[in-house]
């Protein structure tokens, strides 16, 4: 099984940017398919953004035109660039593969990583 490992995350203000890494254990070539995910204080873990090996791309609403998710298979990393960011983007951020990364559907993962903190202040 594959691992992945979230980093990056940070404190900032509302407006500012921000670029996530989800660091993979082999190359991404082997992996068809990487989402990010988070999970807000008292909500749902939510599917944000999704990415194939066929460079398809795929966005949530809550994060489209402002998120943008692509690979550096150089690296074995994922990232998430995100911009324009509100308060309600706080939420510990999660990346994930497999059938859950294809379905946004969070009861399909078999595990979770530690995520990565991401906080905006107002």
């Known amino acids: 099984q594959v691992q992945l490992v979230e980093s990056g995350g940070d404190l900032v203000q509302a407006g500012g940017s921000l670029r996530l890494s989800c660091t993979a254990s082999?190359?991404?070539?082997?992996?068809?398919?990487i989402s990010w995910f988070r999970q807000a204080p008292g909500r749902q873990r939510e599917w944000i953004a999704k990415?194939?090996?066929?460079?398809?791309?795929y966005y949530a609403d809550s994060v489209k035109g402002r998120f943008t998710i692509y690979r550096d298979n150089a690296k074995n990393t994922v990232f998430l660039q995100m911009t324009t960011l509100r308060p309600e983007d706080t939420a510990v951020y999660y990346c994930?593969?497999?059938?859950?990364?294809?379905?946004?559907?969070?009861?399909?993962?078999?595990?979770w990583g530690q995520g990565t903190q991401v906080t905006v202040s107002s």
């Open positions: 082999r190359s991404l070539d082997t992996i068809s398919t």
């Open positions: 994930n593969h497999g059938i859950v990364a294809m379905t946004g559907d969070s009861r399909d993962a078999s595990w």
């Open positions: 990415s194939t090996s066929g460079g398809s791309t």
